[in-house]
């Protein structure tokens, strides 16, 4: 059986270091609230802020951000992470 380790953030799992710096990981199962929440044509999707929300964590956490304000522009989505959970 898999461990559960203690999370980073709601969205941001684990901290992955490299020797580039570090990393962030994240697993989801589909059955989390925000997919349940979040519909778009009947079909269960992330929310786009929650991609912004990651990036700002993993910013912040990776020691780059400090104390100041953190702006994330001109984003754009290749496709929509999709919520299906599994059988």
């Known amino acids: 059986a898999e461990v559960e380790t203690t999370r ?3 969205l941001v799992h684990r901290a992955l270091p ?3 710096g570090v990393g962030f990981e994240s697993g989801f199962e589909g059955d989390e609230p925000w997919f ?3 519909r778009v044509q009947g079909r269960p999707l992330m929310p786009g802020v929650a991609f912004v929300e990651m990036a700002r964590f ?3 956490a990776a ?3 400090g104390f100041a304000p953190v702006s994330v ?3 754009e989505w290749l496709r929509p992470l999709e919520g299906m959970p599994r059988m």
Do not use: C, I, R, S
């Open 8 to 10: 980073l953030h709601p």
């Open 73 to 75: 522009t001109q984003v």
């Open 63 to 65: 020691g780059e951000g």
């Open 18 to 20: 490299g020797l580039d």
């Open 58 to 60: 993993a910013f912040v």
């Open 36 to 38: 349940a929440e979040h």
